[in-house]
């Protein structure tokens, strides 16, 4: 497997990756809702039209030269700080539990701490996430904008993480259509 940077030949390839990972994690009802793309799928193509948008931080994972899995580390806010936000993060179904997510993670992780940010942050599974180092936002006094998505919101602090990083996070605005 090569994790690398996301290229504008991977762009329907990334789609695909989301198409399948998210169909079956929000699976919809009738025949409107299986023609309809997942959220994520618009959402990484609104990203790329975005200020907060980082390509050094766009990655795939490729497996014989084809795309199996990718993720992406956007620019939001602490207050008044610059930190990171990552999602969505997918592996095409057929591929899933191989490691390819956390190699896709690890990578994204140690991109983002090797450009000396200070923070990731993230909204999803509290089984799955602390493994790579995420911790409740609150207990490092760091809360989602929407406090709705309060109990799944885990932050990693990176080497240059300051413990007065603390606020209010703001995702990229693209989030907010979700």
């Known amino acids: ?15 695909a990756v989301h198409r399948g990972a998210f169909a079956q994690a929000h699976p919809g009802h009738g025949a409107a809702a299986a023609a309809a793309d997942p959220a994520e799928v618009d959402l990484v193509h609104r990203l790329r039209s975005d200020h907060g948008w980082i390509p050094t931080l766009s990655l795939v994972a490729e497996v014989q030269e084809r795309v ?14 610059p930190v990171l936000a990552l999602g969505p993060v997918g592996v095409l179904p057929p591929r899933q539990g191989e490691g390819i997510g956390s190699a896709l993670l690890h990578a994204a992780l140690g991109a983002a701490d090797a450009l000396d940010e200070p ?60």
């Open 68 to 81: 199996v899995g990718h993720v992406c580390l956007t620019r939001a806010t602490v207050g008044r700080f």
């Open 119 to 178: 923070l990731v942050g993230l909204l999803g599974s509290l089984e799955y996430y602390p493994r790579f180092g995420f911790v409740p936002g609150a207990r490092l006094g760091i809360v989602p904008d929407e406090p709705t998505w309060a109990d799944h919101f885990q932050v990693r602090p990176l080497t240059a993480y300051e413990a007065a990083m603390t606020g209010e996070f703001r995702y990229a605005e693209p989030f907010s259509r979700l």
């Open 1 to 15: 497997m090569l994790i690398r940077r996301e290229q504008a030949g991977d762009i329907l390839s990334i789609d």
